[in-house]
């Protein structure tokens, strides 16, 4: 999935030899998408090819065994095996949609699997990958799961009253205190997706006697990078007030020496910054997207909140967008402010689960 090569030919070329990107060009190409899509994508396509492997469509000598740089090499020429004994994988494809649904996986990572596979298919240049039937399998399936009593899983609603509860159990004599406090609440201002929240430098801050402009400087609805703005006013609580709680935290982080770079960063067993000796990370000792959500639900638990297991990184983005349609706002200007596209089904799905409580279509009609 990391190595394409494009081949000119027809009116204008001198010859019909291989023309290889350069490796700047290449590198773009790459990192077109979130290295955590990525990541997913690298790991539903060895699951893919180990499937292939156990129904004898691949040799074993190639059916994918590692987690690693290494590994990439090994999926790409074991895609590359099954085109060439069966030319078109639609087929395939489909079967495999079929069997995912048979160990009854959440449609939504379903979707993604044939995602990662359409994906390599056109990687190795076979082109787009038809996927008709695969996705007629997926939606069969689909409403076989609504008939049989699934629920579609949403992140629960990480509230106000509970956001006070939760930063009421971190110390703000500590650095991690301090960090976790401007996580939860400046997260929560923002209605920001946990990888936006990762990806904040102390440059995106620009506080004024109004409160604090952020830059968004990327997103996931954000293609071209193109960024937004968010204003964020003061709050009435100090301790979830988002502009005290982020000016304590840049003060901590001004008596550590930074004063540029990564917001949000690592902190040891000893209670100072640093970069984390094992796992994923930047060498600058930024905190990672699924940090985020640890630390969101690490908290709840301290806080003893009933279900505080289902809450996500995603709780605090929902959370702004339930309390803001609660407090009377519109869709439109919800949506600009979180960063959803006009329109969003899914914002759309969150207001109405306000909605039909607060604006319920039988209330006054005098039953």
Request: net charge positive; charged share 25%.
């Given at each position: ?149 699934r629920k579609v899983r949403k992140a629960r609603p990480l509230l106000v009253s509970n956001l006070r509860l939760m930063v009421d159990t971190l110390d703000p ?51 071209d990078a193109t960024g937004r703005k968010v204003h964020v006013p003061y709050g009435t609580n100090e301790q979830t007030c988002p502009v005290r709680t982020t ?21 040891d067993k000893h209670g100072q910054l640093g970069r984390a000796p094992h796992g994923r990370g930047s060498a600058d000792g930024r905190i990672s997207g699924q ?77």
């Amino acid at each position: 999935m990391n190595e394409i090569e494009v081949r000119v030919s027809g009116p204008g070329t001198l010859d019909n030899t291989p023309f290889v990107l350069s490796a700047s060009a290449l590198d773009r190409l790459r990192r077109a998408k979130a290295d955590s899509t990525l990541r997913a994508y690298r790991s539903d396509l060895r699951r893919f090819l180990v499937w292939a492997g156990a129904q004898k469509m691949i040799t074993t000598d190639l059916i994918p065994i590692d987690q690693g740089p290494i590994n990439d090499a090994l999926n790409a020429a074991a895609f590359a095996a099954l085109l060439e004994r069966y030319g078109q994988l639609h087929a395939i494809a489909t079967e495999y949609i079929n069997h995912l649904a048979e160990e009854a996986k959440a449609p939504s990572t379903i979707d993604r699997a044939l995602a990662a596979i359409a994906v390599a298919h056109r990687s190795v240049g076979a082109g787009r990958l038809a996927t008709d039937g695969a996705r007629a399998v997926l939606r069969t399936y689909r409403r076989d799961s609504a008939d049989g009593g699934r629920k579609v899983r949403k992140a629960r609603p990480l509230l106000v009253s509970n956001l006070r509860l939760m930063v009421d159990t971190l110390d703000p004599d500590k650095l991690a205190g301090l960090r976790d406090r401007s996580i939860l609440v400046l997260g929560f201002a923002l209605g920001a997706r946990r990888s936006e929240i990762a990806a904040l430098d102390i440059e995106d801050l620009d506080f004024n006697e109004h409160g604090l402009e952020v830059t968004i400087r990327r997103s996931k609805t954000d293609k071209d990078a193109t960024g937004r703005k968010v204003h964020v006013p003061y709050g009435t609580n100090e301790q979830t007030c988002p502009v005290r709680t982020t000016r304590a935290w840049l003060a901590a982080l001004a008596e550590c020496g930074v004063a540029s770079g990564a917001l949000y960063r690592r902190i040891d067993k000893h209670g100072q910054l640093g970069r984390a000796p094992h796992g994923r990370g930047s060498a600058d000792g930024r905190i990672s997207g699924q940090a985020v959500a640890i630390i969101v639900q690490r908290t709840a638990l301290a806080a003893g909140i009933d279900a505080a297991s289902v809450f996500s990184g995603h709780s605090l983005r929902r959370g702004f967008a339930t309390e803001a349609r609660r407090a009377g706002h519109d869709q439109i200007r919800i949506g600009r402010h979180g960063g959803w596209k006009d329109g969003s089904p899914t914002l759309a799905g969150y207001m109405e689960d306000v909605d039909r409580v607060t604006s319920n279509a039988l209330t006054g009609v005098g039953l």
